[in-house]
């Protein structure tokens, strides 16, 4: 039921809008009998190839340990790594591009499916209209200040909300349906064939609003690991995938028996007296449907971050059962300021539709190609039947991409603009978080080196244990190095501390810790977490202890380097990119705070470093 409530929202919620734009949209087409069935054929395969047998089939077996994702596919990808360099470059590129577009998607789903709900309030009365946008602003407000309670808790709330939703769909199109039942000829492909000979350019032009149908696959994905695949397959074709047909169905006769319904189909299926009750609870299915992105864009986004792409942000775990249900509060109000804009900018569901498809059609096309790498280097297929296999989703999803792309500039030039922002981001973190490290690395010497040194000198031993962090597992941390030359003391119990992120989702406890012992005193630890763990200063101490290695949290100091940086440059792009990277370093959240280290035993050593 959780699973209902969160993951499907975005699909399920396709009827209020899609078969609507194919005739009404952009693009218009007369709603001619054989136009009609066409694009229910079409419709009726695009569910059944592209979300039934492509995602909820075989993409979902391309769990990273459970999650799922355009960043975890790359991840798991990039842990057998291909002999070509420049190959397992393309995928990393492939991967932040498919990334950076998901984000498009996760603010235009909410912002056009809470719309196209309340919308339906101008078929009960005209009085509505000028309330319809505040009314929008306001359920979005609500939605995002719930939250920080959890995805599970959210479920929980939703999942009932979703059941109705499907069953009263489902009722709506089978009465419809059984008035003019000739409709259900639609599911022969042929049609489908038929419509494309008859409209030639025009049909293929259509293509891009029938893939509205489909808008929720990548979402899916990426919400696997809050609720895992099972619950997500079981839901999919027990309860989801036919209620969709029904209505879409149902739709489709209403129209063949009224070519005036295709101002609003979904809503003119239902009788006059069901009309309120209908767009409250399309209002509450939308308000779900926006939870599948944004909990995905919470996933999305504690990946990037873990596996070094993003700075650190202050993440929320809302599960002690689910390790990948989590609440980022920076990212939940960027998301709303940005929604509302999209709001206040487009004003209604149609012309959001416009710019609709052009961001999930390119993600998913990533999606498929970096499939092909994991049939292959993954899964051991056959090369031959990998080839075949892509090929067919390809020729069908890139078809889908073709006809959004004519879209760009009817407002598809928006999520491709966020996309490319937040690539821009990604890049520029990971590159200047790498520049940075080699530059310290290069002006710290090696821990051999400096615990032989340090032998030869006379210190001061103090009591208690001084754990350094460290983010170059071989050499000597820059606040060691200081301490020793201002201060001339040492503790008496030396531990330095490296924490590194690895591309498995999470690592067991007792694979979690490598140690050294250099001489007497001193420790090197080098601590391993998955992209979905959370690095918790606490549990280390706890398996240092359980390792012998005594520490009292109360007599320790935490060491960290705080580096003021400066960019050497003087002009151009590398000068913004530098910028850039200073804005996100002073702006990610401390150390201290991200390790939940005891704020109290910190002590910060400041160095300054020109990038």
Same mark, same amino acid.
């Given at each position: 039921?959780g699973?209902?409530?969160?993951v ?5 919620t396709?009827?209020l809008?899609s ?8 693009y218009?087409?007369?709603a ?5 069935l066409g694009?229910l ?6 569910l059944?190839i592209?979300?039934?047998i492509?995602?909820?089939?075989i993409?979902?077996?391309?769990d ?8 975890s596919?790359?991840a ?5 790594k291909?002999k070509?360099?420049r190959?397992?470059y ?12 998901f ?21 009960a009365?005209?009085l509505?209209?000028p309330v319809?946008?505040?009314l ?9 200040s719930?939250?920080k309670?959890?995805t ?8 009932p ?6 069953i ?5 199109g089978?009465?419809s349906i059984?008035?003019?039942p ?5 599911i ?6 038929k419509?494309f000979? !008859?409209?030639?350019? @025009?049909?293929?032009? #259509? $293509?891009g609003s029938v893939f509205? &149908? +489909?808008t929720g ?7 696997m ?5 099972l619950?997500i397959k079981?839901?999919?074709f027990?309860?989801?995938l036919?209620?969709?047909?029904l ?8 129209i063949l028996?009224?070519n005036?319904a295709?101002?609003n189909?979904?809503y003119?299926?239902a009788? !006059?007296?069901?009309? @309120?009750p209908?767009v #409250? $609870?399309?209002?509450l299915a939308? &308000? +779900? ?9 919470y996933?999305?986004?504690?990946q ?10 202050r993440?929320l ?10 609440y980022i ?8 300021i ?7 900018g ?8 416009s710019a609709?498809g052009i961001a ?24 031959f039947?990998?080839?075949?296999i892509?090929l067919?989703?390809?020729?069908i999803?890139?078809?889908f ?6 879209k760009i500039?009817?407002g ?13 981001l990604?890049t520029?973190?990971n590159?200047g978080r790498k ?13 051999e080196?400096f615990?032989t040194?340090?032998?030869s000198v ?10 350094y ?6 050499g000597?941390?820059?606040?060691l190095?200081?301490n020793?030359?201002?201060n ?6 030396i531990?330095?501390l490296t924490i590194?992120i ?14 050294e012992?250099?001489?007497?005193g001193?420790?090197?630890v ?9 690095t918790n ?9 359980q ?23 003087k002009f ?6 530098d ?6 370093s002073?702006?990610?959240?401390r150390?201290t ?9 910190v002590f910060e ?5 020109e990038?």
């Amino acid at each position: 039921m959780g699973a209902l409530g969160v993951v499907f929202g975005d699909i399920g919620t396709s009827p209020l809008y899609s078969l609507r734009e194919c005739f009404q949209g952009h693009y218009q087409i007369p709603a001619e009998h054989d136009n009609v069935l066409g694009i229910l054929s079409l419709i009726f395969w695009s569910l059944i190839i592209v979300i039934s047998i492509m995602y909820v089939l075989i993409v979902l077996k391309a769990d990273n340990e459970g999650e799922g994702g355009i960043l975890s596919l790359m991840a798991l990808i990039k842990r057998t790594k291909f002999k070509n360099a420049r190959l397992n470059y393309i995928i990393l590129i492939l991967g932040l591009i498919g990334a950076s577009l998901f984000y498009g998607d996760s603010i235009i789903t909410p912002a056009i499916s809470v719309l196209s709900a309340v919308e339906g309030l101008n078929f009960a009365t005209p009085l509505f209209e000028p309330v319809i946008i505040p009314l929008t602003l306001i359920v979005l407000i609500l939605l995002f200040s719930l939250q920080k309670k959890g995805t599970s808790k959210v479920g929980n709330i939703f999942g009932p909300i979703t059941f109705i939703w499907f069953i009263s769909i489902a009722l709506l199109g089978l009465v419809s349906i059984f008035k003019n039942p000739e409709v259900l000829t639609a599911i022969n492909p042929y049609y489908g064939y038929k419509f494309f000979a !008859s409209n030639g350019f @025009l049909g293929f032009l #259509i $293509l891009g609003s029938v893939f509205l &149908v +489909i808008t929720g696959g990548e979402a899916l994905y990426a919400d696997m690991g809050h609720f895992g695949k099972l619950p997500i397959k079981i839901s999919w074709f027990s309860l989801v995938l036919p209620c969709l047909l029904l209505n879409y169905f149902g739709q489709g006769a209403l129209i063949l028996r009224d070519n005036s319904a295709i101002q609003n189909p979904f809503y003119l299926l239902a009788p !006059s007296w069901a009309l @309120l009750p209908l767009v #409250i $609870l399309a209002t509450l299915a939308t &308000v +779900i449907a926006s939870q599948a992105v944004i909990s995905g864009a919470y996933s999305l986004t504690f990946q990037a971050l873990q596996l070094g792409y993003l700075p650190r942000m202050r993440i929320l775990h809302t599960s002690e059962v689910e390790r990948g249900q989590i609440y980022i509060p920076q990212l939940n109000w960027i998301l709303l300021i940005v929604i509302i804009g999209l709001v206040l900018g487009f004003k209604s569901s149609s012309n959001l539709a416009s710019a609709y498809g052009i961001a999930v059609t390119t993600t998913m096309l990533i999606t498929t190609i970096l499939l092909f790498f994991t049939m292959v280097k993954i899964w051991k297929w056959k090369i031959f039947t990998s080839v075949l296999i892509i090929l067919f989703f390809l020729i069908i999803i890139g078809s889908f991409w073709g006809a959004n792309m004519l879209k760009i500039f009817q407002g598809g030039w928006v999520p491709l603009l966020i996309g490319a922002f937040i690539y821009l981001l990604m890049t520029t973190w990971n590159k200047g978080r790498k520049n940075l490290l080699e530059k310290i690395k290069i002006e710290t010497t090696s821990l051999e080196n400096f615990v032989t040194e340090i032998l030869s000198v006379r210190m001061i031993a103090i009591p208690g244990t001084a754990i350094y962090m460290a983010s170059n597992k071989n050499g000597t941390p820059p606040p060691l190095i200081l301490n020793i030359k201002h201060n001339r003391l040492l503790h008496k119990q030396i531990i330095i501390l490296t924490i590194i992120i690895q591309k498995v989702p999470h690592i067991k406890n007792e694979e979690r810790l490598q140690i050294e012992q250099p001489t007497e005193g001193f420790y090197k630890v080098i601590a391993n977490f998955g992209f979905m763990d959370v690095t918790n200063i606490d549990n280390i101490i706890e398996l240092l202890n359980q390792k012998g290695i005594k520490i009292d949290v109360k007599k320790t100091t935490f060491f960290l380097g705080r580096e003021t940086l400066i960019s050497k440059k003087k002009f151009g792009l590398g000068r913004l990119r530098d910028k850039l990277f200073i804005l996100m370093s002073n702006n990610s959240q401390r150390a201290t705070e991200f390790f939940n280290i005891p704020p109290n035993r910190v002590f910060e050593v400041g160095t300054q470093v020109e990038i």
